[in-house]
């Protein structure tokens, strides 16, 4: 089954760190980049993070995020990483990661909740 699975959310106190996995199945193939999206309050999907997956590992970040939240692809694993640190309140929400290949259908995680307590 063609698939990507999400772990990692939960809940951490201000200052603290979680780690977001993405896995892609076996199956799941072509992938040229891996997005991490998280939702709005208007329940938009709002670019956090991107990598591209052929080897330079480019990123970029939205601005919010930039300094805190570090994405890194392991092609070993086939699997997406979203280091948070320094989280803040206003980082609470669901978090996605999406795949981009090079020819077939961009696949979505199913989510991942992450609350940020003060």
């Known amino acids: 089954q063609v698939q990507l699975v999400e772990s990692g959310g939960g809940l951490v106190q201000a200052g603290g760190s979680l780690r977001l996995s993405c896995a892609a199945s076996?199956?799941?193939?072509?992938?040229?980049?891996i997005n991490w999206y998280r939702q709005t309050p208007e329940k938009q999907r709002e670019l956090v993070a991107t990598?591209?997956?052929?080897?330079?590992?480019?990123?970029s970040y939205a601005d919010s995020v930039q300094g805190r939240f570090t994405i890194s692809w392991d092609s070993a694993k086939a699997t997406a990483y979203l280091q948070m640190d320094n989280l803040k309140p206003d980082d609470t929400t669901i978090y996605y990661c999406?795949?981009?290949?090079?020819?077939?259908?961009?696949?979505w995680g199913q989510g991942t909740l992450v609350t940020v307590s003060s």
């Open positions: 076996k199956s799941l193939f072509n992938i040229v980049t």
């Open positions: 999406k795949a981009i290949r090079s020819f077939g259908a961009d696949y």
């Open positions: 990598i591209t997956t052929d080897g330079r590992g480019r990123t």
